[in-house]
């Protein structure tokens, strides 16, 4: 049966093919590809590097439908023989209030098929038995093809998941259900990579965690209520309720607006606000016994929710502190200096800034600075200061504070408005793998902490509010000619504010904390200004730090976020790989400070994520021994002379040309 969408389809195939045959009358054109009018024609798809696939037309016999899909791969070629391809969940979409007063809108399960005709021609049919199904409501289809290879045996397919929504005839949906986009997903989760079980998209998680599905197997399985117990820490989940949602609560620090993002594309994006509900807010309001009337006026349903939390209170409460925090900190600003004086002591100025960038009198804001810390260095491609003492100089980068708790600390002083503290002798122009003119430059890393009330500054005391605030970063050379800075194009800050949000306060508690913005940005060569993560090595050195894991920076990004299971994807982070970075490196620590192993620094990179722990599904020594290692002239967990006399001996890069998107490619 062809409805009447297929049926205007056909009419334009017909017309077109009518308007091509009559111009190209006496034309000594191609015959063209072979295939199904409007739809790419030849020869079957030998490679899939990607699998794109369209549901082409949804048909009905009574209330079973039919899909006709189409698949292709990334060259738009036909894809002939997926084996493992099935319509996970065919559900459909009830509106709000429609299962009770007070719910939200809700995925109803009708049916799903894993058997499939394949048409041998890149479409696959599908017909689905449903159970409960309405034409008067939006139909969702969704898709899956599981990783393994085509009936040839030999030719791979990657997993793909597609879902597409029509309404009851066939035709567009003209309402469906989308709060948060899977974009959002993807500014943590890696694009393609499974994100629980073994699924990729949002779209396959709201068609299997139904609130039907919480009604029978528990509220904690329904989507409104899992998605925000596994980004808050307030309660384990689980099958077993054993898992703890940690990680993903330091990331998200309970911010509404790091997911749900307002979108042409998403039409119920602010039903959060609009539709509150016992099974969602009781993800993150644990402590709560509705029917029994514990920690909330007793009720048995949803029906009076709004009554009080309209929609405007939801929003002011759930995100008025952010928004409060994030004007608070664009209310201040910093510009410094770093001048080096002729006994290669290095003054370093600290002018505080309004919101227009003017700058103020320091004096009337010391007692409301919780802390403004300093720390410099020399080096900023292989600083030479290390978190203590670097083996190779015996020399610790300077940390000071200049304010404490609302008071000016020994040595600092204020002209012209301004800090000013003067560091002792630096050691400018020793030794080091990336130069003499790399030690020629000294650079600084200042952080400032104010005490707040959440909307202005006030006087520092007990049991006040403290913010970390926008820093900055200075440079300063003994030679007086321009400084020498580390490379900025491997890792864009904007992609750690993608997960953590624009008020991350990093570091705060053992520093004063930060949030990265413009302030920390410089201009490269066609003139954009770059935020790049340059200024962590003032303290993340080659040598590490006390803390695990291992601190050099080089290493210390990759252990972390490898810890957590969040990063599976170097283009998560990475914009590029600067490979021309390693030239100017040496020893790097390979545990934390004081270390006494140290290891050269395209292997130490490497170990970062690839372990030397030989049971690893992803160690080093599934590939390479540590003969073999060595042979390549790394070292290993050695000498740290040892290890930075052979720093520039390494071999890896002759075989190994890798790039964000397959860092394991070797050059053939």
């Not at 309720?241 to 979108?263: G, L, P, R």
């Not at 630096?426 to 430059?441: E, K, N, R």
């Not at 005391?461 to 200075?474: E, H, I, N, R």
């Not at 800075?485 to 997960?499: G, I, K, L, P, Q």
Request: negative net charge.
């Amino acid at each position: 049966m062809m409805n009447k969408k297929n049926s205007k389809l056909a009419l334009m195939l017909v017309a077109s093919a009518v308007s091509v045959a009559l111009t190209g009358c006496g034309s000594d054109g191609d015959d063209g590809k072979d295939g199904i009018p409007g739809l790419p024609g030849g020869e079957p798809a030998e490679a899939i590097q990607q699998l794109k696939l369209e549901v082409l037309s949804v048909t009905y016999e009574g209330d079973n439908p039919t899909l006709k899909v189409f698949a292709t791969n990334e060259d738009d070629e036909a894809v002939v023989g997926l084996s493992a391809f099935e319509v996970k969940k065919a559900v459909q979409l009830v509106p709000a209030g429609a299962t009770g007063a007070g719910n939200s809108a809700e995925w109803q399960l009708i049916g799903s098929q894993n058997e499939f005709t394949d048409n041998k021609n890149g479409t696959y049919s599908f017909t689905i038995e449903t159970e409960g199904f309405n034409p008067e409501l939006t139909q969702r289809y969704n898709l899956i093809v599981s990783a393994g290879t085509l009936l040839d045996g030999t030719t791979t397919v990657p997993r793909t998941e597609f879902t597409q929504d029509f309404d009851g005839e066939g035709y567009d949906a003209k309402y469906t259900k989308n709060v948060v986009s899977t974009e959002a997903c993807q500014a943590c989760h890696a694009e393609g990579e499974s994100i629980y079980h073994s699924y990729t998209s949002l779209d396959t998680c709201t068609s299997c965690h139904t609130d039907e599905l919480a009604r029978t197997n528990g509220v904690q399985t329904g989507f409104n209520h899992l998605i925000h117990n596994v980004h808050n820490n307030n309660k384990m989940y689980g099958r077993n309720m054993d898992k703890s949602a940690e990680t993903a609560n330091n990331i998200v620090q309970d911010n509404c607006q790091n997911c749900h993002v307002e979108s042409e594309e998403l039409p119920e994006w602010g039903n959060w606000t609009r539709i509150p509900t016992m099974e969602t807010c009781s993800s993150c309001h644990t402590g709560i016994d509705f029917e029994a009337g514990q920690g909330h006026p007793q009720q048995s349903d949803n029906s009076n929710c709004i009554a009080c939390h309209n929609a405007s209170w939801t929003e002011e409460i759930h995100t008025g502190g952010f928004v409060e925090k994030k004007a608070f900190i664009d209310m201040y600003g910093m510009n410094s200096t770093l001048t080096v004086n002729e006994d290669k002591s290095a003054t370093i100025s600290v002018s505080i800034t309004d919101a227009s960038g003017v700058a103020m009198d320091v004096t009337d804001l010391v007692s409301k600075i919780q802390r403004l810390e300093t720390i410099t260095n020399v080096g900023p491609n292989f600083p030479v200061m290390g978190y203590t003492n670097s083996p190779g100089t015996d020399l610790a980068k300077v940390a000071e504070d200049l304010v404490s708790i609302g008071e000016l600390k020994d040595g600092v002083t204020i002209v012209d408005g301004n800090f000013e503290y003067t560091i002792p002798s630096l050691p400018f122009g020793v030794d080091s793998p990336a130069g003499i003119q790399d030690t020629d430059t000294a650079f600084s890393f200042i952080g400032l902490e104010m005490c707040n009330d959440g909307t202005a500054a006030v006087a520092c005391g007990d049991d006040v509010m403290t913010t970390s605030m926008k820093a900055d970063m200075t440079f300063g050379t003994f030679s007086g000619e321009a400084p020498s800075m580390r490379h900025t194009d491997s890792v864009a800050f904007n992609t750690c504010e993608n997960c953590h949000g624009e008020t991350f306060e990093i570091h705060k508690g053992n520093h004063a904390g930060f949030v990265m913005t413009e302030q920390l940005g410089r201009e490269n060569a066609d003139g954009e200004v770059i935020v790049g993560v340059d200024a962590c090595v003032a303290c993340h050195t080659p040598d590490g730090t006390s803390w695990s894991p291992v601190g050099a920076f080089e290493l210390k990004l990759h252990a972390r976020h490898n810890d957590e299971g969040i990063i599976k994807d170097c283009a998560q982070c990475h914009n590029d790989f600067n490979l021309d970075a390693f030239k100017l490196k040496g020893a790097i620590a390979s545990s934390n400070a004081p270390s006494e192993e140290y290891t050269t620094p395209i292997a130490a990179t490497c170990i970062s994520c690839h372990s030397l722990d030989s049971d690893d599904d992803i160690s080093i020594l599934k590939k390479h021994s540590i003969e073999f290692l060595e042979n390549s002239g790394s070292i290993i967990e050695g000498d740290y002379v040892e290890a930075n006399q052979a720093a520039q001996s390494e071999t890896c890069l002759f075989c190994h040309a890798p790039t964000i998107f397959d860092h394991t490619a070797v050059k053939m």
